[in-house]
């Protein structure tokens, strides 16, 4: 499994950005597919969650509202939208993968930057 994340950049407060995580190497049947960030000096948290087949969706309290987790299976792309992004919203942002009937994800893109200025 190959994951690519984009979209990263730097933005005011109150801006919105789109990130995007290409997936290939496999189908995703079964799979649920996440987005991570991890600030500076701060471990890695989850941001939202999608599962492949139906769609549905989980969030962090902290971007429950404002973030929105999508994607579209004929691409084999996942979207994070970030609106109203917040200064607290700093962090490298990383997609990741979770297979069938596992706990834990097993397989992660190399991160995206996203810096929100006040």
């Known amino acids: 499994v190959q994951l690519q994340a984009s979209g990263g950049g730097m933005v005011q407060s109150g801006d919105s950005l789109r990130l995007s995580c290409a997936a290939s190497?496999?189908?995703?049947?079964?799979?649920?597919m996440g987005w991570f960030r991890q600030a500076p000096g701060k471990e890695r948290e989850f941001v939202a969650s999608?599962?492949?087949?139906?769609?549905?969706?989980s969030y962090a309290d902290s971007v429950q509202g404002r973030f929105t987790i999508s994607r579209v299976r004929v691409e084999n792309t996942v979207y994070l939208q970030m609106n109203s992004l917040e200064p607290e919203d700093t962090a490298v942002y990383y997609c990741?993968?979770?297979?069938?009937?596992?706990?834990?994800?097993?397989?992660w893109g190399q991160g995206t930057q996203v810096t929100v200025s006040s």
């Open positions: 190497g496999r189908t995703f049947t079964n799979y649920v």
């Open positions: 999608i599962t492949w087949n139906v769609g549905t969706s």
């Open positions: 990741a993968a979770r297979p069938p009937m596992s706990r834990s994800y097993s397989s």
